[in-house]
């Protein structure tokens, strides 16, 4: 099955860029997604990314996609401490019903 | 506003007590997901429908179960929690071959 790997925590000053770093399995994979999950909360789709891109930004977010190395980030410009959260990286599975298999979620500390 | 609701956002159930959780849609999407997120864990994939028809993946327990009325409502049953099963419950729902997956709140169960 999928695996998706992520590091456990990351700390960063505010102000800073926070990047988020993310590994995945399934070569087929053509759509990959960042989600923020605050304490407490559900599952917030923050961006996604198509298998044939390279690079995508949406304001303060930038994703990164290297498909021959299976590797995903995040960076967050500008960093707030209401970025304070848990960052997963997910991947849509190529069967089935389309399932999303996520990664362990990296938990993002912003110092004030 | 379009939206998935989940219900209750906090249950709390004795041990070995039957549990129901609810979900709910107005996307009219036609797959809908049941996930499972134990504390600092990713979120676990148990069974999704497509349309009527149930998927169960292969790991998830017979104590759990799920029923989908209509295309709207989707409910979660767990005939006799234990103390492991405490974890946040989350639903979730797509359309048909398209890449976006619409996450409730949650609900956050907990087992005495």
């Known amino acids: 099955g999928e695996d998706v790997e992520q590091s456990l925590f990351l700390s960063v000053r505010e102000g800073d860029s926070s990047v988020i770093n993310c590994t995945y399995t399934?070569?087929?994979?053509?759509?990959l997604y960042w989600y923020k999950q605050e304490p407490g909360a559900g599952l917030q789709l923050l961006t996604y990314?198509?298998?044939?891109?390279d690079m995508k930004q949406d304001q303060r977010l930038t994703v990164l996609l290297n498909k021959k190395d299976k590797h995903l980030s995040l960076r967050i410009a500008d960093t707030q401490t209401g970025d304070s959260a848990i960052y997963f990286c997910?991947?849509?599975?190529?069967?089935?019903?389309?399932?999303?298999?996520f990664g362990t979620g990296t938990r993002l500390t912003v110092i004030p | 506003d379009a939206m998935v609701i989940q219900n209750p956002r906090y249950q709390v159930t004795q041990f070995g007590k039957p549990v129901t959780l609810s979900c709910s849609q107005t996307?009219?999407?036609?797959?809908m997901y049941w996930y499972q997120q134990k504390s600092s864990q990713a979120p676990k994939l148990l069974f999704h429908y497509y349309d009527k028809d149930f998927n169960n993946e292969a790991d998830t327990p017979d104590n759990f179960q799920s029923r989908r009325p209509n295309t709207s409502f989707c409910f979660l049953d767990i005939r006799s929690p234990g103390l492991g099963d405490a974890a946040m419950y989350l639903c979730?729902?797509?359309?048909?071959?398209?890449?976006?997956?619409?996450f409730g709140p949650g609900t956050r169960l907990t087992v005495l």
């Open positions: 996307l009219n999407h036609n797959v």
């Open positions: 399934d070569s087929s994979s053509t759509y």
């Open positions: 997910a991947e849509r599975d190529q069967t089935g019903a389309n399932n999303l298999f």
């Open positions: 979730a729902t797509s359309l048909d071959q398209t890449f976006f997956y619409f």
């Open positions: 990314i198509f298998s044939n891109m």
